[in-house]
């Protein structure tokens, strides 16, 4: 007896069968409409770098989920597992090529070997999108804005996008004398949304005496309105700080485009992540708030500091399409296609495909997409096969397919239009928008 | 002093600039909408495939080629070197899922250790379309037909797809007494193009004696048109076999479709693959013959024979996009666009960045993708940079962007138009058919 392989895919992986993939894509088309229309142009790196690279900055769980191994040439490799790492690599590397500001998206598999029992993917799709090399409150405010369309495209209801500053709350931290310890304060910050107001005000005692705890607590209050809060912050950093004034510039861009009412100044944002040294910013679904940002960023101040000597900063984000396609998903607003053809041509002999196929040449020249059935056998049949394929049309040729009327079957009423020539056939699809 | 990382890339691979992404994704778009339009549906599998699933067949060049190695969780895994065995891993798994014939592409990379002094890239992109589980002369035909489509619609000029029937070439070496040898004799011919009539017939002498294979090479020889060589098949297979009344039926549908031009009936298409059965296909550009088959393929008996007992057969080709990246840029073919975008807004005054993305939004929301520049500087300075990311158009704004007159300067040609509203501004862009 033969003995088979059994056919299994690996923990944390997946398969994307047609309608899956056709949801994902659409997304993705959806979001590459909206970074092209801003002028944000495609770019892409290897799945496969030097560890060295990638690791860089080394340790950490970071260390713990890279898949790496040695090649047969005994190069020491991983896959990556952000877009951010090889940006900067590539950025460094054809920094002369590169015409500044440079406004690139990038989307693309990464790897990481996670804890598949919180829910998480090993292999999941990072679309990233950045601009470089300018530190101007235009730049971080475009980010902003098309982080808003972009989101809004995909029809995922009202968005919050929630906005900080680090430079502020560092200013803060210098204020109260606490500077030295920022970086474990913007982590314990960071847990606020999950962990709750106490549970951080012991995180934050652990670390300060409780008063400047208290302080921290006070400061990355959201109070009201965008305005409110800002005041709010330039009394508690002493005034009018040069970020004070940046924020208050990015209020105002929101108000000439009408976009005010997505965004909220929210000083508990602050990322976990070293590199930001700017505007932060975490985004919320209003009808989904508990999935968490969906798309987050920042500015940082030196993208290729590893790898160069020359500082180049920039503002981006990143949305994360798997945890988009769940939200979507829960809404009922995902794009269940399972095919992009509504219509299907019916196979009644054999040896009439070559003028089926003629057929169908002629309704995909007119901007029908169409799929002609493969094999003979009852209607019925071939009708079911068609909807199973998302038609909603049947088209049923006559002897001669491309002479003879004509039958258009509506499959989901189940009432059939005779007696159409090739002409009437198109208008009446054309007249259903397909 | 500071040491950074030397910022490079493995050997082999490479890094995707934006043009040359653009031009990748401008041939990636028009080859799904062509699959698209014909009813194909799009899938996804992992990158990262157990060993033991990829290597199946195990050995070989496959072997020495494949990146493997043992994951943190002790798994033996490889990234998948072609998308032929994880679709057939896809179907064993999924065939309850599938609704019969099944109509997929798969676009997406694969990695293989190859020798680069081929001029060979160690990750590449993999285009492939099949028809499963229908045995058709309908089916063989669709994916002919979809391959002419599919590489006209790149622009590439005329292609000559040359096809052979494996079932045809067997049933000859049957009659003269050679059907035992037929996997070696099959990638002796396969050689052919590459090595000349000589050098294979030496080949084929060393299989066999020397009247057997001066036999294959007649054979093998192209005589005239699709139907001549029919003929002499025939003859030579002693008649009315069913693999020359499927080459028949197919000459049939090319002539129904009008497309029988691009067809060549050569016997000496072999394909050196041992899992083709059927109908197998190479295609050439009539511009560059030299650059080899961009599009190749056949039918297959049993793609899942590895992995469970059911028997399921298809036909399906691939197409090598890297391969024809180089051809369409050797014509001077290929899309040069440094962006999606023609039209970039000037930047007058920082504080006006919210009006600059208020009058950008209106012409978006028209259907014009524009780029807002994000620094102030001399307008000869923007412009520059505007034509650097390939903008035919500046628009400079007034004090107020969405009330003051416009000026459209036209790049190429230095000239401007001035005191333009928004709408006469959006008639000019879409008169430009933007």
Redesign the interface.
Known sequence: M?T????????G??????PA??A??TLLERLEQCF????F??????????A??LL?KGGGETE?QI?R?????G?D?A?RFDLTVPFA??V???RG???L?F??YHIA?V?R?ENTQRGRYR?FTQCDFD?LG?D????D??IL?LMRTALLSLGVGAVSIRVNHRGLFNRFLARIGALERSVEILRAVDKLSKIGREATQDLLAALLDPDKAREILRFIQVKGSFEETLAHLAEAVGGDAPEVQRLA?LR???????TAASFVLDPSITRGLDYYTGLVYETFLHELPDIGSVCSGGRYDNL?G????DTISGVGSSIGLDRLMAALEALGKLDTR????QV?IA?ME??A??????L??IL?HRGI????L??TGKLTKQAI?AE??SARWLVIPGADPLKDPLTLRDLPNRTNQEGLSIEQLIARLQEKRL
Chains 1, 2 share one sequence.
């Open positions: 033969a088979f392989i059994e056919p299994r895919i690996l923990k992986f997946r398969d994307f069968l047609p993939e056709i994902r894509r092209r229309s801003y002028g142009v495609p770019i892409d790196t290897p799945a496969l770098e030097y060295e690279i860089g713990k898949y191994f040695t090649d047969k040439g190069r490799v896959l690599r590539f460094a590397e054809h090529e590169l015409s500001p406004k690139r598999k790897w070997g292999e601009i300018s101007s409150a235009a730049a405010f475009e804005l510039l105002r861009f929101m108000a000439d485009t009408g290729t590893l790898y160069s000597k399972a095919s992009y053809t299907a196979c054999e040896n495909a070559g003028q089926y196929q003629a169908a040449g995909r997409p169409c799929e002609v493969l094999e096969l199973k394929k």
